[in-house]
């Protein structure tokens, strides 16, 4: 639908090169998984739902913490105790109605995740534990979706792309390699801005992606820190003993 408060709505990012009204009209017809609404997800799911991405699968079983409030933006105090699909739904609807939004509240590795993940054109992991990435990138390469995981401790991130092709590497390859953060943010912290630049780098992938626009660094580890504020890139090969891959 092109009507003039569509224009009004998406006019600075139809002003921006490469970026025109056939990408937008991709990316409104594009569905996207987060299966995790912490503060990878909450940061992704804002700028997908506020972009125009058509359809958001929201995943998470939690209620939303005190503790949570201070980088999980999608939630208030008001909300506190209540389950973060729920209010995460209300907040992105406020900004974009016309974005559809499905909640489930369920871990990643409930029988109800499966068919959203089917219908999805990609899939963004924002949980915060290796069992359920090591599952989510295993359901990815199974049903053939591209996959955009993340994480963040500490003041250390990283994000990666993978795609499902034969020889790709996965995120059981990149675990394999140990190239993944040991530490979690109950042993470490976290810091807002850290964790929300890794959300936000998932999101910025996923419209490039989805709207075909530029080609996608699949198997690149972007790995950020927040002490020296820069980014080093790894390529990553497929792990010869990742039990993913053997599978
Ligand atoms: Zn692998």
Same mark, same amino acid.
């Not at 660094?217 to 990553?236: E, V």
């Given at each position: 639908? %092109?009507?003039? =408060?569509?224009?009004?709505? &998406? ?10 009204? %056939? ?23 804002? =700028?997908?739902?506020?972009?125009? %991405? ?23 105090? $008001?909300?506190?105790? $209540? @389950? ?47 069992? @359920?990435?090591? &599952?989510?990138?295993? =359901?990815?390469?199974?049903?053939? $979706?591209?996959?955009?995981? @993340?994480? @963040? ?17 996965? &995120? ?28 936000? &780098? ?29 980014? $080093? ?15």
């Amino acid at each position: 639908m %092109t009507d003039p =408060q569509w224009y009004s709505r &998406y006019s600075r990012q139809l002003l921006v090169e490469d970026f025109d009204e %056939t990408h937008q009209q991709k990316l409104e017809q594009a569905s996207v998984a987060v299966i995790g609404m912490g503060g990878l997800g909450c940061a992704a799911a804002m =700028q997908l739902a506020a972009c125009g %991405t058509g359809t958001l699968s929201l995943i998470d079983p939690d209620s939303v913490d005190l503790s949570n409030l201070p980088r999980q933006h999608l939630y208030g105090e $008001k909300d506190i105790g $209540k @389950a973060k699909v729920h209010c995460a739904r209300a907040r992105l609807k406020d900004n974009n109605a016309r974005c559809d939004i499905d909640i489930f509240e369920n871990c990643a590795e409930h029988e109800n995740v499966k068919p959203v993940l089917e219908r999805s054109d990609l899939i963004l992991d924002c949980t915060d534990n290796v069992q @359920a990435r090591m &599952y989510i990138s295993s =359901q990815a390469r199974l049903l053939e $979706k591209p996959l955009v995981s @993340a994480a @963040a401790t500490g003041l250390q991130a990283h994000v990666i792309a993978f795609h499902w092709q034969q020889d790709a590497c996965c &995120y059981g390859c990149l675990h394999a390699l140990d190239a993944t953060p040991q530490s979690s943010c109950l042993s470490h912290g976290i810091l807002g801005p850290v964790v929300a630049i890794a959300g936000l &780098y998932q999101a910025l992938i996923a419209i490039n992606y989805l709207t075909h626009r530029h080609p996608i660094a699949w198997g690149s580890l972007m790995q950020f820190c927040g002490r020296t504020l820069t980014w $080093k890139q790894l390529h990553l090969a497929q792990a010869p003993d990742c039990p993913v891959c053997q599978e």
